[in-house]
């Protein structure tokens, strides 16, 4: 049996984070905390027990919805980062972003994304998404014993 | 291209401007050894110039391709940021309006805030349009060789749903050659000509035929070795002529065919520019449209053996005595 640990949402828009929040809980049947960092560089410190988190490094999340584009560092050198860490490369990684492009789908499959989706456009398509999701990693797929 | 012209020209004006020095007025004034001498002089001078200027406008022209490979560079890493950029603040100004829908408003603010849903959509799938428009062309994924069929195949079952919908049929009406090019490329030609065939339609049945011609005559000129789709659709008025190409242009009310954003065609147009050819077509109003365009071929590819085609062949061939 696998601990659940938490989800780690990682978007810099906030309203792109409030409609995550709100997919994720809004018919109550997740109860799993989330996480948010707004920067690559602050999930790179997270993840690594880095920075602000050295002193009390938190539990690996379960999952990571990862925005691609970001200030700073972005989505996908955090990709790639966590991807050739031997520890961190077992937490699956879903990229979620704007880009429909072709060249960025390759890229982050290429890299070991674990699902790449096109952020819906409206709400209730974040919501029916954003559920589906939800469902797909934590009541069919089988996760890795949390760390 | 314009380049090699200009320097060809360049060489022509020496040239004249040597042999106006060879044969010019000197002559008289000097012996035929001498003039033998200045002759060869005048010549090596000539050729000397001629070197140099190579050199120059070998120099020219590398760094003008390199300044062209960066403004392309530039112009892709542009149209993909600016459409990214644009786009996130979009899905916020939707995703705030669906909040606060989810509040008690009145019919006329929902309906006001549900307008601004739809238009915002709309932009987006613009932006996404544009970003797409400005990659084509631009950016080729390695080309092979395609079996056309295949790929009509593969857009029948995508597009499964709209054909059923739009009682639509998609039928091939000859032998195809093998193309010899980026599939994805190959998808978005026939996708965009297929689904212009079945929007801009009120046929009962609609019917888009594909197919492949060695030689056809269209609005006075012989074309050769291309592919056609044909429609029994609404036609395209001559005046829309040359607007139906361009993005966004569409020639109908907002509601009337659907609400595709007009890109469609220009995508065709690209690709079909991309690979050196040119688009036309022949239209009649209320009877319908067929496109005709070439795409570059497998090289030995089943083009040689004679195409199956129920029409004029032979009679195409008379045409083009006709007209040459």
Redesign the interface.
């Known amino acids: 049996m696998n601990t659940i640990s938490n989800i780690l949402i990682v978007e810099d828009a906030a309203d792109d984070y409030e409609a995550c929040v709100t997919a994720l809980t809004h018919d109550h049947r997740l109860s799993i905390p989330i996480v948010r960092c707004e920067t690559g560089d602050d999930a790179l410190n997270y993840l690594g027990g880095k920075g602000a988190y050295s002193t009390d490094p938190p539990d690996l999340p379960s999952l990571i919805l990862l925005d691609l584009n970001l200030p700073g560092t972005d989505g996908r050198e955090v990709l790639s980062q966590v991807k050739a860490d031997s520890k961190l490369k077992m937490i699956p990684v879903v990229v979620m972003t704007s880009s429909r492009d072709q060249s960025d789908i390759d890229a982050c499959y290429r890299q070991g994304a674990n699902s790449y989706v096109v952020k819906p456009m409206n709400l209730s398509g974040f919501l029916e998404a954003i559920a589906r999701l939800r469902d797909y990693w934590f009541q069919i797929v089988l996760l890795p014993a949390a760390k | 291209m314009g380049i090699p012209v200009s320097k060809a020209s360049m060489r022509l004006g020496w040239l004249i401007a040597g042999a106006a020095l060879v044969g010019g007025g000197t002559m008289a004034l000097l012996g035929r050894g001498h003039l033998k001498r200045r002759e060869a002089q005048h010549l090596y001078q000539l050729q000397e110039l001629q070197l140099e200027l190579d050199g120059r406008h070998n120099a020219e022209i590398d760094a003008l391709s390199l300044e062209l490979d960066r403004s392309n560079r530039g112009l892709n890493d542009f149209a ?1 940021v600016a459409s ?2 644009l ?2 603040p979009l ?2 100004i ?3 309006a ?2 606060l829908l ?1 509040e008690e408003v009145s019919d006329e603010v929902r309906r006001r805030v549900e307008r601004m ?1 739809e238009l ?2 709309r932009m ?1 799938q613009l932006i ?1 349009d544009l ?1 797409f428009f400005s ?1 084509l062309g631009r ?1 080729e994924n390695e080309r092979r060789n395609v079996d056309l069929g295949n790929v009509l195949q593969g857009l029948r079952i995508d597009l499964g749903e709209t054909l059923e919908q739009q009682s639509g049929e998609v039928r091939v009406v000859t032998d195809l050659p093998l193309l010899n090019l980026d599939v ?1 490329r190959a998808k978005t030609v026939f996708l965009h000509l297929i689904m212009n065939a079945l929007i801009y339609n009120d046929a009962e049945t609609k019917i888009v035929e594909i197919g492949f011609e060695q030689e056809v005559l269209v609005a006075g000129r012989v074309l050769k070795g291309v592919f056609f789709v044909r429609d029994n659709g609404i036609g395209i008025e001559d005046r829309n002529h040359d607007k139906v190409f361009r993005i966004f242009t569409r020639l109908n009310r907002e509601n009337e065919y659907g609400r595709g954003t007009g890109a469609g065609l220009s995508f065709v147009k690209k690709v079909v520019e991309s690979y050196g050819g040119d688009i036309t077509f022949e239209s009649q109003m209320s009877q319908g449209t067929t496109f005709y365009f070439p795409l570059p071929l497998a090289e030995e590819s089943p083009e040689t053996k004679p195409v199956h085609s129920p029409r004029r062949p032979a009679q195409g061939k008379a045409l083009e005595r006709a007209i040459t």
């Open positions: 993909y990214h950029d786009k996130e899905r916020g939707a995703i705030n669906d909040f989810r849903i915002s959509g987006q996404s970003l990659r950016e994805a």
